[in-house]
């Protein structure tokens, strides 16, 4: 069971989280020790980081991340909140000032939208094949 699910399987955190992918870096307060990595999903107060080697930072560390998304660059300071297996780190941001939530709030709204569009692109692929190799059933 992961530690964001109830024995139900139901996620607890307070604002859903969005798969994504976009290159991270942190940077572990207050030695600097430095993480490269990768977002694994995004929401509007942390994300999950799944860094490139074992993380040096424990839970409770302070950092500074850095994301780039869809050619997005953003700054935040947050907390690692839960480490899995030595490389996955569940984060939470902190201190965000008013600019930075809507700059986080309008990349998640393009990532949903993206997101439904693919979707939709993939129910319209499903559609044509089976109209080309099972047309009798269309």
């Known amino acids: 069971m992961r530690d964001d699910e109830s024995e139900n399987g139901r996620d607890h955190r307070r604002y859903p989280r969005l798969d994504c992918g976009g ?4 940077r572990v307060l207050p030695n600097g020790a430095k993480e490269i990595g990768s977002l694994v999903n995004l929401s509007k107060r942390g994300c999950c980081f799944m860094a490139e080697e074992a993380l040096r930072g424990s839970e409770g560390a302070s950092i500074e991340m850095h994301l780039k998304i869809r050619g997005i660059d953003l700054r935040v300071a947050g907390i ?10 569940g984060i939470e941001f902190v201190e965000l000032s008013e600019r930075k939530r809507e700059q986080i709030e309008e990349l998640i709204g393009e990532l949903a939208e993206l997101t439904r569009a693919a979707g939709r692109a ?4 499903r559609k044509l ?5 099972f047309p009798e059933a269309s």
């Open 23 to 26: 290159i991270a870096d942190l």
């Open 80 to 89: 690692i909140r839960h480490v899995h297996q030595w490389r996955r780190a």
């Open 122 to 125: 993939r129910a319209a692929a």
């Open 129 to 133: 094949h089976q109209q080309e190799y």
